[in-house]
């Protein structure tokens, strides 16, 4: 049984468009491909055939894994949300008492991340450290540079 992943409106609806894209645009693509290479004759010795079929299997399998994904996925209810504690969604300040500088962080759902934005995994090593804590609070995070001190300055949405 999968487990439950928790989606913003956006992110929910990436997915199913990128399903959407897959199913209408590129099924058809891969389809006429094989057809394409079947009508070039013996299919034991056509390398185009097997991999069109291979590019087949593989459009099926990540069909299939949005669909589950899609079966699964739950949107998040910013509203009921606690704005007293870093949670899934918070928009986080948090300032590294090291060197002083300050970076703004929201925590989204892992398929939702995007460092440009300023959008982090809630599944990353400093978002794990942040998760159920409160403004004023300093947290020791281990990240792939070593142990950092943060503190938390302000929790929004």
Known sequence: MSETKYFTEEGLQKLKDELDELIAKERPRISQMIAE??????????A??????????MLELKIAQLQELLIN???????????????????VTIKNLKNGSSMTYTLVPEKEADLKSGKIS???PIAKGLLGKSVGDQVEIIVPAGKMTFEIVQIGR
Do not use: H, P, T
Request: charged share 40%; glycine share 2%.
């Open 48 to 57: 185009e055939y097997d991999a069109a079929k291979d590019a087949q299997a």
């Open 73 to 91: 996925a739950r949107i998040l209810d910013e509203s009921k949300m606690d704005l007293s504690k870093v949670l899934l969604l918070s928009k």
């Open 122 to 124: 809630v599944n990353s």
């Open 37 to 46: 290479a079947r009508d070039k004759g013996d299919l034991s010795e056509n």
